[in-house]
């Protein structure tokens, strides 16, 4: 069966240092990934998606970047974090792209003090 | 333009008691596709339903029961018998193949009281 992985569960990181998050999916050959984010009691808001191998594609203009280095394997990154950058990041995979079913990680906490 | 709309911010009830999450979508497309999220408080969606517009039967799973209705644009999604375990943040979502990702409502808390 198919398995999702985050890391880490939780961060706290200081303004203007770097972050890097890990999505990881188990069970499946050319998933698509997705990176969301949901800042707290608010809904979810699609950062970026990849449909392979170093295909990334932006929602949003800011200053995240997404990269995919490997088949399963998906990062979020920033090189200097801002405050607005808190919240809770899901990583998701799906099968087929767009109208297939999204299954969604565990998530990252992140607060930027 | 694609919207989904939960208009209930959050919905209170005592164990045992029915009740049903509201959700009404916006689209031009004739095919789509609707469905409903479970974010309990550990924060990972987890995937209940997922319906095709072309599929309008009502679907029950358990305690679970969603009502497809074209006619209103709305896919509503009922909890009978609600339980402490079914307070969460409920998603309601939408996508087709013109937009290629999945359109969330906003969301409707759920808190059940014992």
């Known amino acids: 069966s198919q398995t999702i992985h985050q890391w880490p569960a939780t961060l706290v990181q200081p303004v203007g240092s770097p972050l890097s998050l890990e999505c990881t999916v188990e069970?499946?050959?050319?998933?698509?990934l997705y990176w969301y984010r949901q800042a707290a009691g608010r809904g979810l808001q699609l950062l970026f998606y990849s449909v392979g191998i170093g295909q990334i594609s932006s929602e949003v203009p800011q200053n995240l970047s997404a990269s995919r280095p490997q088949d399963r394997q998906f990062i979020l990154s920033s090189k200097k974090l801002l405050l607005s950058d808190s919240g809770f990041y899901l990583c998701?995979?799906?099968?087929?792209?767009?109208?297939?079913?999204?299954?969604f990680g565990p998530g990252t906490r992140l607060t930027v003090l | 333009a694609q919207k989904v709309t939960q208009a209930q911010t959050e919905i209170s009830v005592v164990e045992k008691e029915d009740v049903t999450l509201d959700c009404v979508y916006e689209t031009r497309d004739t095919t789509y596709y609707l469905f409903w999220y479970k974010q309990p408080p550990s924060g990972e969606l987890v995937f209940l339903i997922r319906?095709?517009?072309?599929?309008?039967q009502n679907e029950i799973s358990g305690r679970y029961s969603w009502n497809f209705q074209k006619s209103t644009s709305s896919f509503n999604f009922t909890i009978t018998a609600s339980q402490v375990v079914d307070s969460a943040v409920y998603f309601c979502?939408?996508?087709?193949?013109?937009?290629?990702?999945?359109?969330f409502g906003t969301g409707t808390r759920l808190q059940v009281f014992p």
């Open positions: 979502a939408l996508s087709n193949y013109n937009t290629d990702k999945l359109i």
């Open positions: 069970g499946t050959s050319n998933p698509n």
């Open positions: 998701a995979w799906s099968v087929l792209k767009g109208t297939d079913t999204q299954y």
């Open positions: 319906r095709n517009s072309f599929d309008e």
